[in-house]
């Protein structure tokens, strides 16, 4: 059997707005995150996951930010096209854990949608996607309330 287990890591800093958007959820807020695209850390890292595993690369190669063209983008099209390169080199996607880091805004309420929204893109059942979080206990830039880090594992099945 050919497995292949690929990992993601993101940050994003916080700036000024009313809203986050985490695994496609959108979260009302006191900040929002600052990215080139939507600033979706958590979609962003298991994009990154999935290349990984198919030693594709990274995010910013296949949508560099210095590309007009993905200013503001939906962060779905990237997730959308990892799943799609997948596909393409005969592999399933088998599994997905993303672990978001903040101390705020509060992830547990927010999970269960996350992971319904983050399966329906993926194109996989929900019971294969976990979401879930942890604080940094106050320490660094994500314990400081400075920005939010995703760290991601993506499991991939030859088919
Ligand atoms: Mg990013």
Known sequence: MDIR???????????????????????????????????DVGMHTVTDAIYGALAEGDIGQHFPPSDPQWKGAASEVFLRHAVGLATQRGFTLTHVDCTLICEHPKIGPHARAMRSQMAALLGIEVGRVSVKATTSERLGFTGRGEGIACIATATLVAT
């Open 5 to 39: 287990t690929g990992n993601g890591f993101d940050v994003h800093a916080f700036g000024p707005g009313d809203h986050v958007t985490l695994c496609g959820v959108k979260i009302p807020h006191d900040q929002a995150l600052v990215g080139h695209s939507d600033a």
